[in-house]
C-alpha cells in the first residue's frame, strides 16, 4: 500500500518561511511526478508545484520566485520551501505523487497518490 507521510506545516507570520516535506513508501514502482497541491476554504484544489524524476519543475504564477521545491529521488521525498508566505498562501497542502510502469510495448500506466494534507495558516 503507497503511503504518502507530509510534515512542516504550522501558523506563520506574513513574509515568515515554513518547510513542507513529504515521504512516499510502499510503491512497487518507479514514482514519477511529486508535488504539491493546496486547497484554501471555499476554493477548488489548484496545484502549487511539481518536479519530475527528471528534474522538470513547473511551479504556478502565483508562488514562483517564493516558493522552492526539490525532490530526493532514492528517498521518494520532495520537499516544498515557502519563503515570503503571503495570507494568501493559507490553505491545506497536499503531497502528490505518481508511479509509472509499462510492460513491454504495452500502455503507459500511471497511479496517483495523494497524502492526508497539512495546513498552512499565514497571519498577517
Known amino acids: 500500500q503507497v503511503q504518502l507521510v507530509e510534515s512542516g506545516g504550522g501558523l506563520v507570520q506574513a513574509g515568515g518561511s515554513l518547510r513542507l516535506s513529504c515521504a512516499v513508501s510502499?510503491?512497487?514502482?518507479?514514482?514519477?511526478?511529486m508535488g504539491w497541491h493546496r486547497q484554501a476554504p471555499g476554493k477548488q484544489r489548484e496545484l502549487v508545484a511539481r518536479i519530475t524524476v527528471g528534474g522538470d519543475i513547473k511551479y504556478a504564477d502565483s508562488v514562483k520566485g517564493r516558493f522552492t521545491i526539490s525532490r530526493d529521488n532514492a528517498k521518494n521525498t520532495v520537499t516544498l520551501q515557502m519563503n515570503s508566505l503571503k495570507p494568501e498562501d493559507t490553505a491545506v497542502y497536499y503531497c502528490?505523487?505518481?508511479?509509472?510502469?509499462?510492460?513491454?510495448?504495452?500502455?503507459?500506466?500511471?497511479?496517483?497518490?495523494w497524502g492526508q494534507g497539512t495546513q498552512v495558516t499565514v497571519s498577517s
Open positions: 502528490n505523487a505518481d508511479s509509472f510502469r509499462q510492460y513491454g510495448m504495452g500502455p503507459e500506466i500511471y497511479d496517483d497518490y
Open positions: 510502499g510503491s512497487r514502482f518507479r514514482i514519477n511526478t
